[in-house]
């Protein structure tokens, strides 16, 4: 293709409807049609980034390759389209401003006043022109954060307008919307469609394409009244129903021919067969599936959906590639205790403890790592949990009475996790943690050499506390082995105890580098010693 399509989506009604959910199901078709695809997102808060947000507020803090941190939404581009994505592939508010006010410090603008029209939606058309730019894609799909209506959107939208008139036919406009269902009246209501589609018109810009979010599929009746109401083509209202798995999105959307409707709108020729095999066998293993496979999640934000989402997705992928169902059991870690541990972690076949930053629940992680080492049970720590690992086993086997990281306790006797040196004279928090993809040397025969099947590997981080090397030997010679080495810094990635079945703590975040069609190899091994626990 001589010209790079771009691609929008905008959500209304409410949020969290799925908005990247559908670009990446697009995605995947387009991709499948042997396009090159990839899909940034444009969030309208004021923060640089979302890596100084709590979990809270928008889930998971997602790392790209090269060390950028982004919202969630960039895992599911990831693991659908088996890509990997960069800082340029999400961007906010916060940076769109500070790149302007930067360009007005540097007097870039040559004394003229800075406005939101046109330097602010300048800025922004800039960024999501950068992918597009490069040439390594047909197609750049953008979602646009948010609802329509939101104050905070609005220079995006007037962003998507101009380009709509610049890019003419390279440019396509998919909204997003919400279809209730009201259980009194036992009927669905379209009428806050019309009114979102009237709010995105009176901004300048006509749909091409209406997806509605629904509980249940709708008559053709409601599609062909919401497509004379809202001034869109009747084959080009989609339907976007409830389903058992995201991962049945892209199906959902190929039976209504959403990506041939997507090419004739754009004037690109269909050519070829939409290839999903891969992708149906996936979740055909997925249906098929009558074991379990019991896991249980120990974290302090268990309660959230979003805020483990990539090991929930890893987790699933590689049960799914073994033929299992995950049943998947969320255990807060304040609420778990030595007198506890063994009534909530006895019947599982696997403990994975989670990556997280401060004091509250971790003695409740300790708890979970310490049945499971005692009880010989496959244990899987990530980040903050493999932390968790080496403090538990200071403490339990070495005999070092209080040992601590200095996150914790910066007086611990025993720092075994102490701060990185490079982190000691920060100032400044936000996007200063040591972050993106890092090798790592494996040792050979180790637990996770024999995943990977190869001695240098690649991970991406994101963190500010590491192992103290001053105690390496001490550990090693008391059975815990530090099987994976940074060889550019010595620092330790890996932490494996061989005595024990599987109980493995990794420094990095190997969720960050799990997709459908690659699920990670760690995730690959724990799985199946977690699966061999279950027939013992």
């Known amino acids: 293709m001589a010209d790079t399509k771009y691609i929008f989506v905008t959500g209304g009604v409410v949020s969290s409807l799925g908005k990247g959910i559908v670009a990446a199901s697009l995605g995947k078709l387009l991709q499948a049609r042997g396009f090159r695809v990839t899909i940034q997102k444009f969030d309208p808060y004021i ?136 259980a009194a009246a036992k009927e669905v209501k379209t009428k806050p469609t019309q009114h979102s589609v009237k709010e995105l018109q009176e901004q300048g810009i006509q749909p091409n394409i209406l997806v ?72 055909n293993n997925m249906k098929a599936a ?64 989670a990556p997280g930053f401060g004091h509250r629940g971790l003695e409740g992680k300790f708890a979970a790592l310490k049945f499971a080492r005692e009880h010989n049970k496959p244990a899987f720590g990530v980040c903050l949990g493999m932390q968790c690992m080496v403090i538990e086993y200071a403490r339990n086997v070495l005999g070092l009475q209080n040992a601590n990281s200095t ?11 102490d701060l990185m040196e490079a982190q000691k004279n920060l100032k400044i928090m936000g996007g200063s943690m040591r972050l993106g993809a890092y090798d790592c040397k494996l040792e050979k025969d180790s637990i996770a050499y024999n995943a990977y099947n190869s001695e240098l590997i690649r991970e991406r981080h994101r963190h500010r506390y590491e192992f103290n090397n001053n105690f390496k030997a001490q550990f090693e010679a008391n059975g815990m082995k530090c099987t994976g080495i940074n060889p550019q810094t010595g620092l330790v990635e890996i932490v494996e105890v061989p005595a024990l079945k599987w109980y493995m703590g990794t420094q990095y975040h190997p969720e960050y580098n799990s997709t459908v069609a690659n699920p990670n190899p760690l995730f690959m091994s724990f799985i199946k010693a977690a699966i061999a626990e279950n027939k013992e």
């Not at 954060?145 to 036919?169: A, F, H, M, N």
């Not at 996150?407 to 996790?417: A, G, R, S």
């Open 47 to 182: 923060n640089i980034d979302p890596g100084t947000l709590n979990p809270y507020e928008h889930g998971e803090c997602y790392v790209t390759v090269d060390g950028r941190e982004t919202d969630l939404d960039l895992g599911h581009y990831e693991r659908f389209l088996n890509i990997s994505t960069s800082k340029a592939n999400n961007i906010t508010t916060g940076r769109i401003y500070q790149n302007v006010i930067d360009a007005e410090r540097r007097g870039d603008f040559l004394g003229k006043t800075v406005q939101v029209v046109p330097h602010i939606t300048d800025e922004i058309k800039r960024n999501i022109l950068i992918l597009g730019n490069t040439g390594d894609y047909d197609f750049v799909i953008t979602e646009i954060g948010g609802t329509v209506g939101d104050i905070e959107s609005l220079p995006y939208i007037e962003s998507v307008r101009q380009l709509r008139w610049e890019l003419g036919k390279n440019c396509l406009c998919i909204h997003l919307t919400y279809v209730p269902y009201i």
């Open 212 to 283: 509605l979010r629904t509980e249940k599929p709708l008559s053709e009746n409601i599609c062909h009244k919401v497509a004379l109401f809202c001034n869109v083509d009747k084959n080009a209202v989609i339907q976007s129903y409830d389903v058992p798995s995201i991962y049945e999105v892209p199906l959902v959307l190929a039976r209504q021919n959403m990506d041939k409707i997507v090419l004739q709108k754009m004037g690109v020729p269909i050519k070829g067969k939409l290839d999903l095999e891969n992708w149906k066998n996936f979740l």
């Open 290 to 353: 009558k074991k379990s496979v019991k896991i249980g999640l120990v974290g302090k934000y268990v309660e959230l959906p979003d805020a483990y989402k990539s090991i929930n997705e890893s987790l699933l992928q590689a049960a799914t590639y073994h033929k299992r169902k995950l049943d998947l059991h969320f255990i807060h870690s304040e609420k778990l205790n030595d007198e506890n541990a063994e009534e909530l972690l006895q019947n599982l076949d696997g403990v994975l403890v």
């Open 407 to 417: 996150e914790m306790d910066p007086n611990t006797k025993y720092k075994v996790i």
